[in-house]
């Protein structure tokens, strides 16, 4: 994600409950509504009527040790919960859902809601968008927002406004974090960029007034994805990527990484780094989940770095090297007012919003990976971050995992970089 622009806020709701019936066996018929956050969510298909603003969410969960299984839910309304074999018992406790679910029973919920278009980004947008990071996803359909927490998505919408273009992923077939999914409805233009080497396509899609800022934007996209993939591995999220113009209002820049078709503001739309930035979380911060979001850096961090390096190999020195120039400012800046630690303790024990989420996570990061460079090469860096895609790639990871991988392929201790780059207050010389 790059975004640097307005507030974000939060959410409530009410109680609902319904009876098994004799249909279900026995232990499921008797089970009540049960809190239980540790079940796995396999998958969700979303089938979504936006002219009346209902959904109906069909999620796979798998065994657990506990009866129950809860998720967020938001500000939505909760209309019935049921499995094949009949209703579920349920309660809504404000914006959390707790269902009766036996514990050793594997299958498919079935949820129909209602849900409501927000002014903030958190959720549906009453401007066509939905923006659900980081813990908005209960906004707009039943989810665990942890971020380590990967699962594959189906959507499906109708009601789209007549002369509208809805721009949105039908399936996405690898594990990816709950807030990644996303679609966006507007009067788009499409422009094709070209196929890279792998045979992804990559694409744009502009709002009105927005094409030759589009064009300026988008110049080197499909050879950046290209580099990637090439440097990194295989992308995973289907055979079609682009970015598509996000109406976010409020002076927004940035982008958010809802791939394979990530949101760039309108205002960044001419902007080269971001459109290569959101490109890049398909590797890191989507294709490797954090593990907690106190490694929100291995994201933000990891991706402003490969960021400079594809312009620079795609676009010439003097792209890389403007890329770097902006982000010593950047740096400069945060540091002196808003100065943070990149990756403070623990694990999921901070509002990222509010105590970390700054520029500090995307510059310090960076330059952290440009100080290891500048101590084991270009090339061996590059291999390492391959590797470290390879071995994670749908699954989560920590800033620890990435130091304990420089260590081990390349022998060299990246511990006194971490701690003055990621670890610390201030700029290390």
Not at 57 to 71: C, P
Not at 85 to 99: A, E, H, T, V, W
Not at 281 to 301: A, K, M, N, P
């Amino acid at each position: 994600m790059t975004f640097r622009a307005t507030s974000l806020s939060f959410l409530l709701l009410v109680l609902g409950c319904s009876d098994g019936t004799s249909s279900q066996s026995e232990d499921l018929k008797q089970s009540k509504p049960a809190k239980n956050w540790s079940r796995d969510v396999v998958s969700t298909e979303l089938d979504v009527d936006l002219e009346g603003n209902r959904a109906t969410a069909r999620i796979e969960v798998g065994a657990s040790k506990r009866t129950g299984v809860s998720f967020e839910v938001g500000d939505l309304s909760i209309e019935s919960v049921r499995d094949e074999k009949g209703p579920l018992p349920f309660k809504q406790d404000g914006s959390r859902l707790d269902i009766g679910y036996a514990a050793k029973r594997s299958g498919t919920i079935e949820i129909a809601y209602g849900f409501r278009d927000h002014t903030e980004l958190q959720g549906a947008t009453s401007k066509g968008l939905t923006f659900t990071w980081p813990s908005f996803c209960g906004n707009l359909f039943p989810c665990k927002s942890d971020p380590s927490d990967g699962l594959r998505f189906e959507l499906s919408l109708s009601g789209v406004p007549s002369g509208a273009k809805a721009i949105f992923p039908p399936a996405i077939e690898a594990d990816a974090p709950a807030y990644m999914l996303a679609w966006a409805v507007g009067d788009y233009t499409e422009i094709d960029l070209g196929k890279t080497a792998s045979g992804t396509s990559v694409r744009a899609w502009y709002l009105p007034g927005e094409k030759q800022a589009t064009t300026k934007g988008t110049a080197h996209l499909r050879d950046v994805v290209e580099w990637y993939e090439q440097t990194y591995g295989d992308y995973l999220f289907g055979d079609v990527v682009g970015s598509v113009s996000a109406e976010w209002g409020g002076g927004a820049f940035g982008g958010m990484e809802h791939h394979p078709f990530w949101h760039v503001s309108r205002g960044s739309m001419g902007d080269e780094e971001t459109h290569a930035h959101e490109a890049a979380h398909g590797w890191f911060g989507d294709g490797v989940r954090i593990e907690c979001w106190e490694d929100l850096t291995l994201s933000e961090g990891t991706t402003s770095y490969v960021t400079a390096r594809a312009l620079e190999a795609t676009a010439g020195k003097a792209a890389g090297d403007g890329v770097w120039a902006s982000y010593e400012q950047r740096l400069d800046s945060v540091v002196a007012s808003q100065d943070r630690v990149a990756r403070p303790e623990g694990c999921n024990q901070i509002d990222v919003l509010n105590d970390l989420w700054n520029d500090v996570v995307y510059m310090k990061g960076a330059f952290f990976y440009r100080a290891v460079e500048a101590e084991i090469g270009r090339e061996t860096l590059d291999r390492i971050l391959a590797g470290f895609y390879a071995a994670h790639r749908e699954k989560a990871a920590g800033v620890d995992d990435m130091l304990d991988a420089i260590r081990e392929e390349s022998g060299f201790d990246p511990e006194p970089l971490a701690d003055v780059w990621l670890r610390s207050l201030g700029r290390p010389d």
